[in-house]
Nanobody, 124 residues
Framework: QVQLVESGGGLVQVGGSLRLSCAAS????????MGWFRQAPGKERVFVAS????????YYADSVKGRFTISRDNAKNMVQLQMNSLKPEDTAVYYC?????????????????WGQGTQVTVSS
């Protein structure tokens, strides 16, 4: 079991950067694949990025490739999302999620635990 708490959201200008953090509590954080999703008002929650339990494998949505970087520090029970070159379309609530099964997963139903979300707003 794991509890997740996101932080680091805020208001930034187009082209700016922001780093989101997800702090995990509970045992066995290091065995979970971790993911970031985002959801804009009135839209479905969509995949952003994921990272394997060891940190050796990452996967990104096409919309964020080259701009976002996911990382994790298992010793600190933390996963981060570095977001650069932000665009207005990146505006959303960002959620951290954990998956028990170690295979790559791209939809919300594949993840078992969720944080409360943190708002990211990119102004034009």
């Amino acid at each position: 079991q794991v509890q997740l708490v996101e932080s680091g959201g805020g208001l930034v200008q187009v082209g700016g950067s922001l780093r989101l953090s997800c702090a995990a509590s509970g045992r066995s954080f290091s065995i979970y694949r971790m993911g970031w999703f985002r959801q804009a008002p009135g839209k479905e929650r969509v995949f952003v990025a994921s990272i394997s339990s060891s940190g050796g494998s990452t996967y990104y949505a096409d919309s964020v490739k080259g701009r976002f970087t996911i990382s994790r520090d298992n010793a600190k029970n933390m996963v981060q999302l570095q977001m650069n070159s932000l665009k207005p379309e990146d505006t959303a609530v960002y959620y951290c999620a954990a998956r028990r099964i170690p295979t790559t997963a791209l939809i919300p139903d594949d993840y078992n635990y969720w944080g409360q979300g943190t708002q990211v707003t990119v102004s034009s």
